[in-house]
């Protein structure tokens, strides 16, 4: 219950239930406001509407420092406003704090308690703030009329000044609420910011300037450790000043930075004169406060906030670090590891470029130069930078070409080495031959590869190959296939399959092999491919198949063998389309020109 105004003939210019209904019309409005800039520019606004007033103040106690400052005013100087503090019990407004009390002067040149801050008062009115049983700052009025106010007035002030304090305490939650909310979103930001750099020192560099933004450090650095070592190294410093000793690496355990990351644990220290741990190195320090960067259980490194302030930090600061120290312990180790797999993979595109040059250069590059009578060409496209198809033309004796097309199982580097071996092996069975004896055969040749190939016990890979030995002088080619799609021969505008079924390389010890011999005619072509042509794919999964292999062949046989290759990968490209190229595939043709 509110207690009675008193009254005096001075001052009573309303009646109590005026005066209390004119007192609850402005504490809602008081209560209305949210902003507390907004809020301290309102209340001499509202004041005026009860009593008369000169100059007018409000404080606000910082209770850390015990200090009270002026959060706004009418009537004062400007430097006033932005410098003057008063200690608790100093002037009569900090009397007024201590001995939570409103006090009254009428002539303030008679109390010696006065502050004459601003010329030409003669009487004043403070009144406390309180809420919830705590003082919070003072209401000031100042008149340049001696005996101004009255123990009304001193009411009045009172009653208002309780929704003032209610309303500052308000406006402060819901500054706090609104700071709380920013906060958060700025630490997103911030979050997101960091995980999208992967530069590690482009990264360092940056949190510096993105912890700014939460945090209005003086002095910071970010220490990492290095495990070779066992030693922090400062990897960024803002204003660590001139000695020398502030840019050594720092051991664990040694120092608050030691401390922090050896114990993988918080250090604030609120005065580092007291502190025995603290490494002198920074002049002008008197607080500190070092959060480790954990990842999992690891600390790779520290934040360091140092302040010339004493009790510069606290839990706030602690929580809000603690939080960006976990994403940027997140975002550092990314960016090492991004560092790690980028020269990896610069490393690994440099080889696999050579091996690009290696295979290429397996292949063969030309006819050898003695065959007349003849036109070969071929083209050889890789899935993947690698393949694991391959291909040669041999003259192991005159008047004799020896073609051989393979494919051996899965794509990539372990193909295209299996692939390698399996070529040498084909060019030395084959220029064996003239040493031998008893002459190999395209069966025979497959026969031996494939009992090596089984011993190896590769179990995992196998080869298809089609072996032809074309005889120029005997007008025959004689075939053997372990498993490559059916050669095509085209005599006459007909192209037909010739039916040789085998089995692949290296999959049974015991394999044999048949062979098939067909004439040669001026005009005619022969075909071999690698699966990748029959098993070409389009966006609809249809296969390219061989029918329309071979009327592509039928369409263009009369035309040179460089082109018969060309319009069958154009024919596959079109059919495909957009699809993804899933196998490698080769192409030879062999045109009989006389």
Not at 443 to 466: F, K, Q, S
């Amino acid at each position: 219950m509110t207690e009675p105004a008193p009254h005096s003939a001075a001052s009573t210019t309303a009646s109590d239930a005026e005066l209390l209904a004119i007192l609850a019309e402005l504490g809602r409005e008081v209560s209305s406001v949210l902003d507390l800039n907004a809020l301290l520019e309102c209340i001499p606004q509202l004041i005026s509407r009860l009593t008369k007033f000169t100059v007018f103040s409000v404080y606000l106690l910082d209770e850390k420092y015990e200090e009270l400052s002026i959060a706004y005013a009418v009537g004062y100087p400007d430097e006033i406003v932005k410098h003057f503090t008063l200690r608790i019990g100093q002037g009569i407004v900090g009397t007024a704090i201590a001995e939570q009390r409103p006090i009254l002067l009428n002539d303030v040149d008679r109390d010696p308690r006065y502050l004459a801050v601003v010329p030409g008062a003669k009487s004043q009115l403070a009144v406390p703030l309180r809420n919830k049983g705590k003082v919070i700052g003072a209401l000031n009025l100042l008149s340049d009329q001696p005996g101004a106010f009255t123990e009304r007035d001193e009411w009045i002030l009172r009653q208002f000044g309780a929704h003032v304090a209610q309303g500052i305490a308000t406006a402060r939650l819901f500054e706090s609420e609104r700071e709380y909310a920013e906060t958060l979103e700025t630490l997103s930001e911030i979050g997101r910011e960091m995980t999208a750099i992967l530069d590690p020192d482009v990264l360092l560099t940056r949190l510096a300037h993105l912890i700014k933004r939460v945090i209005d450090y003086r002095i910071f650095g970010i220490f990492l450790l290095d495990d070779a070592t066992g030693a922090l190294d400062l990897k960024v410093a803002i204003k660590y000043g001139d000695d020398p000793r502030a840019m050594d690496p720092i051991k664990l355990g040694e120092g608050l930075v030691g401390y922090a990351a050896l114990h993988k644990e918080v250090v604030l220290v609120l005065d580092v004169t007291k502190d025995p741990r603290y490494i002198h190195a920074v002049p002008g320090v008197r607080s500190e406060l070092v959060v480790p960067l954990m990842l999992k259980d690891r600390c790779i490194g520290v934040f360091d906030l140092e302040s010339p302030e004493k009790d510069a930090f606290n839990k706030k600061h602690v929580k809000l670090l603690t939080l960006l120290a976990s994403e940027a312990a997140v975002a550092l180790e990314n960016a090492r590891l991004y560092e790690s797999i980028r020269a990896s993979e610069a490393r690994f595109e440099k080889e696999l470029r050579f091996a690009q040059r290696v295979q290429m250069a397996l292949l063969p590059q030309e006819l050898p130069k003695r065959l007349r009578g003849v036109d070969v060409s071929w083209h050889f496209d890789p899935a993947r930078e690698l393949g694991g198809d391959l291909c040669d033309f041999l003259s192991p004796e005159p008047n004799t070409l020896v073609v051989a097309v393979g494919d051996v199982s899965g794509k990539g580097v372990p193909a295209a080495l299996y692939s390698a071996a399996i070529g040498e092996m084909v060019r030395g069975r084959t220029f064996r031959r003239r040493l031998e004896k008893e002459r190999s055969t395209p069966a025979t040749v497959l026969a031996g590869m494939n009992r090596i190939l089984h011993e190896r016990n590769l179990d995992e890979y196998y080869c298809t190959l089609c072996y032809a030995m074309f005889e120029f002088k005997k007008q025959l080619v004689t075939f053997a296939n372990s498993g490559l799609p059916y050669p095509v021969r085209c005599t006459d505008g007909k192209a037909t399959q010739i039916d040789m079924p085998g089995v692949p390389l290296g999959a049974f010890g015991s394999s044999t092999y048949d062979e098939v011999q067909v004439p040669l005619a001026p005009g005619d072509v022969f075909v071999l491919c690698s699966d990748g042509i029959s098993e070409a794919f389009d966006e609809a999964d249809q296969e390219f198949g061989t029918p329309r292999l071979i009327d592509v062949i039928e369409r263009t046989h009369l035309r040179p063998a460089k082109e018969i290759v060309a319009e069958i990968f154009g024919a596959v490209q079109q059919f495909c389309g957009d699809a993804e190229q899933n196998d490698d595939r080769t192409v030879v043709v062999v045109k009989i020109s006389q």
